[in-house]
């Protein structure tokens, strides 16, 4: 095997996400034929690697890691992040999976809704790539009535003052005297929250209801399911996965 930066090796590995694994090495928790690892290193997957003392690659038996893709409806005060920094419940307690998974991507501390989990990390970076323009939609009330201006701003982008960039043109209209939904195609820090901040609104309730094509649809809060076939051979077709990587991810969710 080709030498690979051990971020990416671990998640490829099933472990956690590429900045996820970032976070662990930094923080001491992954070791490498007994050493503490430095963030940037490279691996073949012959070593002996030790992630938060769980083993991975050669160290856990070589095992193949079986392709798993959760579609979650997170609720509101469970942070996502895999680490115990917030003190909070996180995502992972909540769920309770059997295999290893992690979250794709963020959803805020404050905000419920539709949170992807899965083990696959090509899967995972390209789904949150920055410059891939993949949709987010959200439901969202504010604390007052808002007027067509409003929508205009949010529509046509919003500076972020506390970020020094502004948002891009985004899909909104409204569904109630104080409630809208929003097509994001980016994913800058609490952004809906800013957006609206910076015009005079409050975010009261924040809900993620569809990632690129996966939807939320009627599942109850706190509860998820694996992905289905028919969602993960388009979702592939977004994202530009390999005919063979495509074949092996539905032979292996096929239930």
């Known amino acids: ?46 070593e002996t690697i030790l992630c938060k003392g769980k083993p991975a690659g050669r160290a856990s038996g070589g095992q193949k890691v079986r392709p798993v893709l959760l579609v979650v409806n997170k609720p509101r005060g469970i942070v996502c992040t895999t680490s115990d920094k917030d003190h909070a419940p996180n995502v992972l307690d909540l769920i309770q999976y059997p295999a290893r998974v992690y979250p794709v991507g963020r959803l805020d501390k404050d905000s419920e809704g539709l949170l992807l989990m899965t083990n696959q990390g090509e899967l995972a970076n390209r789904i949150m790539h920055a410059g891939s323009l993949h949709e987010k939609e959200y439901l969202v009330t504010v604390d007052q009535p808002f007027n067509a201006a409003f929508l205009r701003k949010m529509r046509e982008g919003v500076e972020l003052k506390e970020l020094g960039e502004k948002t891009r043109p985004c899909q909104i209209e409204a569904v109630g005297p104080k409630t809208f939904k929003i097509i994001l195609t980016q994913g800058l820090n609490r952004q809906i929250r800013r957006m609206c901040g910076e015009l005079g609104y409050r975010v009261v309730t924040l809900k993620r209801t569809r990632i690129m094509n996966i939807h939320l649809g009627r599942l109850n809060t706190g509860d998820f399911r694996r992905a289905t076939p028919r969602e993960l051979e388009e979702l592939e077709r977004h994202l530009g996965l390999a005919k063979d990587d495509a074949a092996q991810y539905d032979s292996d969710f096929a239930e």
């Open 1 to 46: 095997m080709e030498p690979t930066r051990l971020n990416k090796y671990l998640s490829e590995q099933g472990i956690c996400s590429r900045r996820e694994a970032d976070r662990l090495i930094e923080a001491g928790q992954v070791t490498i034929d007994g050493r503490k690892a430095v963030i940037g290193e490279k691996v073949t997957g012959q």
